[in-house]
Structure formats: structure tokens, C-alpha cells
């Protein structure tokens, strides 16, 4: 019994909860305004490798563009150059 009542319990609040998010982002968008569209689970940046100098950082990210296209850097994790992209 008590635990038919928690999964009830815990589907209305899951419930209750998505509908108040989606209610509070579709009411803070006046009429007429564009939004913004979901972000894909294709999007998120990952590190395609670790490099000594940014120098070499570069190039390597230069020679990817046509696996990740234009968007990637070069960041310093204080031991490595990381090469971000797609």
C-alpha cells in the first residue's frame, strides 16, 4: 500500500513539476517573440585531445574542419592545451 502511494506521489510531483517549468518559459515569452531553439544532444562540446603548446593546438584544430567545422579552441587546463570542438 505504501508503496503504490509513493509511486503515485512521486508521478503527480514529477507531473506538477514539468508542468510548471514548461508554463513559467512559455509565460516569460511575451507573444510575437522568437525563442530559442532546443538545444540537440548533438550540441555539447567534447575535447578531442591534449596538446604541449598551442601552437600545435591550432593546427591540429585547423586541419579538423572538416570533421567539426569552424567552432573549436584552444583552452589551457594548467598541464595541457585541450582541443575543443564537435
Known amino acids: 500500500m ?3 502511494t509513493g509511486i503515485a ?14 508554463a513559467s518559459a512559455t509565460a516569460a515569452a511575451p507573444s510575437g517573440t522568437p525563442t530559442a531553439a532546443p538545444v540537440s544532444a548533438a550540441s555539447p ?24 567545422g569552424p567552432l573549436w579552441w584552444c583552452s589551457f587546463n594548467g598541464n595541457a592545451y585541450e582541443l575543443w570542438a564537435h
Open 45 to 68: 562540446f567534447y575535447v578531442h585531445g591534449y596538446y604541449v603548446n598551442l601552437a600545435s593546438c591550432e593546427a591540429a584544430g585547423r586541419q579538423g574542419l572538416p570533421v567539426w
Open 2 to 4: 505504501f508503496r503504490r
Open 9 to 22: 506521489l512521486g508521478a503527480a510531483l514529477a507531473a506538477a513539476a514539468l508542468t510548471l517549468g514548461t
